[in-house]
Each structure stands twice: as C-alpha cells, then as structure tokens.
T-cell receptor, first 114, second 113 residues
Framework: DAGVIQSPRHEVTEMGQEVTLRCKPI?????LFWYRQTMMRGLELLIY????????DSGMPEDRFSAKMPNASFSTLKIQPSEPRDSAVYFC????????????FGPGTRLLVL | GENVEQHPSTLSVQEGDSAVIKCTYS??????FPWYKQELGKRPQLIID?????GEKKDQRIAVTLNKTAKHFSLHITETQPEDSAVYFC????????????FGTGTRLTIIP
C-alpha cells in the first residue's frame, strides 16, 4: 500500500487566492482526518470524516475553510480566500475501525501564503 | 472537551541515558493513548500506544506507563541513540481511538553524542 497520499507537497500562493489541498486515504480506511501544524499552535485537528460523513468540524478555524469527502478514496480541504496566517503544514491521516486504532499520517502539504 | 498537557517542552539527554516524557489528560473517559514521533520535516509516526485496561507496555527500548487514577501517562526511552532525536507527541482519545485524538504540545528531544 502506498500509504496516505497528499498533494501538492508544497504550495506557495498569494493572499486572497483559493487553495485546494488533496488527500487519498489508505484503501479500506473509513476514517479521515485533517490536521494543521504550526510552531505556535502545534498539531490541531480541523475536521474528521467517518464513512465520508463529517463527524466533527469544530476545529475548522472559520468559514474560509471547507472540507469535502465525495467518496471513500478522496478528500479536499479548501481555503478561500487564503491569508498569511494560514501558512502551515497540513496533514491528512486515515485509520480503520477494523484494525488497531493507529492513525496513519500523510507526508503533509507545506502551505505558504504571501 | 479533552485537554492534554505535555512536559517538558524540550529535553536534552546524553546518548545512552534514559529519557522520560510525561502527559496528563482531563477526560476520565479517554481510554486510548498513542505516542507519535516526528522527525524534522517528516510526518508524525506512531511508535507505541496503550489502552486503559493496561498499565504498562514495552517495545524494545520504548515503554509507556499509564496511571488512570491520576490521569497521566509517560513515555520512557532507554539507552537513547542519536536517531531518537525528534519531537514526540502524546495524545488521548475516547472509544479506543474511534473518536478524535487530542494531541499534547510536543517535546523536542535532543540526544547529545
């Protein structure tokens, strides 16, 4: 298995632009998590899905952030419009209820908003 | 909601010595406690985890202990090696991981050769 796949790996954009981050979870996993990591705030859970349904989006910072999971193998996190304070590393993780409780993280997307 | 505190934020130990990182949690319903290691520029990776029905778990040089009464758990690394240098995160979850993980703020461990 290729593990959790994220794209792009790096994104540089200008303030006000729309940013879309993509994630492909491990095949067969029914949970998907989006995290944001910064030096100041550490590792924050933004939203998570179970069987493609959003379960908890209380970590989404504001309406500029939205996430979708149209099918079991794909999810997007969108920021519109982006701001410099959104600069961070965004991780996607997945896990399966059928096995141990481990969350497997993707390689992350390093976002820089100028 | 759950709150996880982690100490210390930085830790330096001589190679070969032991390192201990401690975490406390607030929600007594939490019953799954993983530890993740994140090397510079890499993703967090699970190194060990423990369920609330177990007091201690070992995996080679790594061990985790859990005190449910006091609501704290610790990571112990023995015979430290340079490759142990990384940031370590503790986390807690209810329902044996079938709910979200709440992470601690991380400990930057540096092994001094």
């Amino acid at each position: 298995d290729a593990g959790v796949i994220q794209s792009p790996r790096h994104e540089v954009t200008e303030m006000g632009q729309e940013v879309t981050l993509r994630c492909k979870p491990i095949s067969g996993h029914d949970y998907l998590f989006w995290y944001r990591q910064t030096m100041m705030r550490g590792l924050e859970l933004l939203i998570y899905f179970n069987n493609n349904v959003p379960i908890d989006d209380s970590g989404m910072p504001e309406d500029r952030f939205s996430a979708k999971m149209p099918n079991a193998s794909f999810s997007t996190l969108k920021i519109q419009p982006s701001e410099p304070r959104d600069s961070a590393v965004y991780f996607c993780a997945s896990r399966s209820t059928g096995t141990r409780e481990t969350q497997y993280f993707g390689p992350g997307t390093r976002l820089l908003v100028l | 909601g759950e709150n996880v505190e982690q100490h210390p934020s930085t830790l330096s130990v001589q190679e070969g010595d032991s390192a201990v990182i401690k975490c406390t949690y607030s929600d007594s319903a939490s019953n799954y406690f993983p530890w993740y290691k994140q090397e510079l520029g890499k993703r967090p990776q699970l190194i060990i985890d423990i369920r609330s029905n177990v007091g201690e778990k070992k995996d080679q040089r790594i061990a985790v202990t859990l005190n449910k009464t006091a609501k704290h758990f610790s990571l112990h690394i023995t015979e430290t090696q340079p490759e142990d240098s990384a940031v370590y995160f503790c986390a807690a979850s209810k329902n044996f991981g079938n709910e979200k993980l709440t992470f601690g703020t991380g400990t930057r461990l540096t092994i001094i050769p």
